[in-house]
């Protein structure tokens, strides 16, 4: 199906009146995850509905149709939020590549992968290019949002690896009898510790009420009074206090993230986050950690999305939705289905036990996952056939991965991915040799297996009666 057609029923009267999404990029990134996201999650915004804040302007076309008319295809702004930062944040060394990329544009040079001076060429390279620009776009972005879109109730800031279920948390802010006021200063996302207060990750997004948002912009004017003063450009005028970006910029120059220093701005504004873990999940979907203390709450948005699941879990929430009633994580496991995996062989260890008839093994995967609520823990196994047995003698083990002679036993359900084996170096005693050592090369090889049968039972009994909607907390893990 196209996205015009997947996209039919999506309610544009909420985002243009009630709840803005604002979509935070790098115009160097990977150009394969910004088309996953403008093609899943963000594809069914109209252009204006959607703020794209990045560190240069630019057109960002998508096809929503098969055909080749121009009704077929959404052209969507991204904006550079970085040019109209006070000036002074120009003459910090995390600008030179920026400063840089500007003088090409001026002088109409073509920006290129191989001249762009903000794009990175290896991962390694991210603290020294671009990558250090993202952090000065938080602040930046929530004053943009408000100048260019006031009084809306509520804003979603996101990010590319960002995916987000709409329906989930449409009907969180929107449908909870009234739970949240947007009047009210609402910060809500996935808890991570800062400065002396929690802030909301970046990565699984984040949202603000405007209750919050007037709270955190507002500035004391000359005559007292408090008011917002944010615009492109704008200078502090009548107002005595500083902006935003103005008052926080040390902050952000010594930060390594602008999410925390958007958290410490709002908390020393009187504003604390609301934590909804795992709601809005710092997991990707293969890295999702199944228990049984969410297994009925909403998915509402995960992290680190790869560009193939972004498309693909979005076109299969639009045939898995169910109605009354949000896409819960008992939903989600069938869009990897871990423990039932395609390309996946019988054990060999089946042999030893006929009761383990549904067990599963896949080399060369990694299926771990340490969840402080449902702990795992290692025993010791020769092969991943002793580490199956170990799993099996264990009723709370519900899969396991064998790596080197370490079996590590999991109370919990996880897909996870590949893992090629690691080759060790180590200096093992040797009086043979001189200096009494000599050098020993070690393969690791990672091989995961799940309890088919028991998965296939925990399943049955944690059926989903009603859906478990978390009240925001920050002393509650899951």
């Known amino acids: 199906m196209s996205i015009s057609d997947l996209c039919a029923s999506f309610p544009h009267n909420i985002t243009q009146n009630r709840i803005q999404p604002v979509l935070k990029i790098g115009h160097g990134e990977n150009p394969a995850i910004l088309s996953a996201q403008l093609n899943s999650v963000s594809a069914c915004f109209e252009p204006g509905e959607l703020l794209i804040f990045s560190d240069m302007d630019a057109d960002l076309v998508v096809r929503t149709n098969n055909s080749d008319s121009v009704s077929g295809v959404h052209v969507h702004k991204a904006i550079d939020i970085l040019a109209t930062l006070p000036k002074a944040y120009y003459q910090h060394k995390d600008f030179a590549a920026y400063n840089t990329l500007q003088e090409m544009i001026a002088n109409n040079t073509p920006i290129t ?195 193939r699941d972004m498309v693909e879990l979005w076109r299969w929430e639009q045939g898995h939705r169910r109605l009354g009633r949000p896409i819960l994580y008992a939903d989600l496991y069938a869009f990897k289905n871990p423990g039932l995996l395609p390309g996946s062989s019988p054990s060999k260890s089946n042999n030893l036990n006929p009761r383990r008839s549904n067990d599963l093994l896949r080399p060369n995967w990694d299926n771990t996952a340490y969840d402080r609520l449902a702990p795992a823990h290692d025993v010791h196994a020769i092969s991943p056939a002793q580490c199956a047995v170990e799993c099996d003698k264990d009723p709370a083990c519900l899969q396991y991965l064998h790596r080197g002679e370490t079996c590590v036993l ?35 090889e990672f091989t995961a297996g799940w309890m088919g049968g028991r998965i296939k039972g925990w399943r049955r009994e944690h059926e989903c009666k009603e859906v478990d909607w978390l009240w925001p907390s920050l002393d509650r893990y899951f």
């Open 410 to 444: 999991m109370p919990y359900i996880v897909y996870g991915a590949e893992k090629l084996p690691e080759v060790n170096e180590r200096n093992v005693t040797d009086e043979s040799n001189p200096g009494g050592w000599r050098m020993e090369t070690e393969t690791i």
């Open 113 to 307: 992968a191989e001249n762009d001076p903000t794009r990175s060429r290896r991962d390694s390279d991210k603290l020294n290019t671009g990558w250090k620009l993202d952090k000065y776009k938080f602040l930046a972005g929530v004053e943009r949002a408000w100048e260019m879109r006031p009084n809306r109730e509520w804003y979603i800031f996101y990010e590319t690896d960002t995916y987000i279920s709409w329906d989930g948390l449409f009907r969180l802010l929107l449908t909870q009898n009234g739970a949240f006021d947007p009047d009210k200063e609402i910060y809500l996302g996935s808890p991570s510790p800062g400065r002396r207060t929690w802030f909301a990750n970046g990565g699984p997004g984040f949202v603000l009420s405007r209750g919050a948002m007037r709270r955190l912009l507002a500035r004391k004017a000359e005559n007292g009074e408090k008011g917002i003063g944010v615009g492109m450009g704008m200078t502090r005028g009548w107002f005595e206090e500083q902006s935003l970006t103005e008052k926080w910029m040390t902050a952000v120059q010594g930060d390594c993230c602008g999410d925390s220093v958007l958290g410490w701005a709002l908390w020393k504004a009187g504003v604390k986050l609301g934590g909804l873990f795992p709601m809005f999940n710092v997991y990707p979907a293969h890295g999702v950690v199944y228990t049984e203390h969410m297994w009925c709450q909403p998915l509402v948005t995960l992290h680190k999305t790869t560009p």
